[in-house]
C-alpha cells in the first residue's frame, strides 16, 4: 500500500508542476486561445520535468500490477 501512495503522490507532483507552467503560459499574451496556450506550458512542463514524468508513470504501473494482470486476465 505505501508503495502506491508513494508512487501516487509522485505522479500529482509531476502533473501539478505541469499544470502550474500551463496556468503561467495562459497569463501570457492576449486573451484569444486560452486553451492552446495552457497546453503549451504543459507541454514545456513535461519538457523540464524530462525523465521523472515516464519513471513517476512506471512506478505507478507496478505498483499496480498485480491489480491490472487480475483485471486484464478475464
Do not use: D, W
Request: charge should be positive; glycine fraction near 10%.
Amino acid at each position: 500500500m505505501m508503495e502506491y501512495l508513494k508512487a501516487l503522490m509522485g505522479l500529482i507532483v509531476c502533473v501539478a508542476f505541469m499544470s502550474m507552467v500551463g496556468l503561467v503560459a495562459a497569463f501570457i499574451g492576449p486573451n484569444h486561445g486560452v486553451e492552446i496556450k495552457i497546453l503549451i506550458g504543459m507541454t514545456i512542463g513535461a519538457m523540464i520535468l524530462g525523465p521523472r514524468f515516464p519513471r513517476a508513470l512506471q512506478t505507478l504501473y507496478e505498483a499496480n500490477y498485480e491489480v491490472l494482470k487480475r483485471i486484464f486476465r478475464k
